[in-house]
Nanobody, 118 residues
């Protein structure tokens, strides 16, 4: 049974930082064969793609306003992908979801709440 488990969410002050982790299990070959992404969904809004780390080692951030503040990385040996977020803004309060994809298959974690507030 494949599973993605997020951790590291919580309350952060505006301008603060958080690092989210997503640990995968049950995938044949581990996450090294998967494209890993982070999405977020704020209340009343659609889920949006935040960052992707391809199985080829390419990291891409979406949308433009997160570039320079958000870094996605992976540790294939420990089947974990990270999302480091700096200079957080209140409008980035959302549930953050880990996503793994391979060919036509896609998998989701349960989500981790991030609240940015003073």
């Amino acid at each position: 049974q494949v599973q993605l488990v997020e951790s590291g969410g919580g309350l952060a002050q505006p301008g603060g930082s958080l690092r989210l982790s997503c640990t995968a299990s049950g995938f044949t070959g581990g996450i090294s064969v998967l494209t890993m992404s982070w999405y977020r969904q704020a209340p009343g809004l659609k889920r949006e793609l935040v960052a992707t780390h391809t199985k080829f080692g390419h990291a891409v951030n979406y949308p433009r306003y997160v570039q320079g503040r958000i870094t996605i990385s992976r540790d294939n040996a420990n089947n974990t992908v990270y999302l480091r977020m700096n200079n957080l803004k209140p409008e980035e309060t959302a549930v953050y979801f880990c996503n793994a994809s391979e060919d036509a298959s896609t998998y989701w974690g349960q989500g981790s709440q991030v609240t940015v507030s003073s």
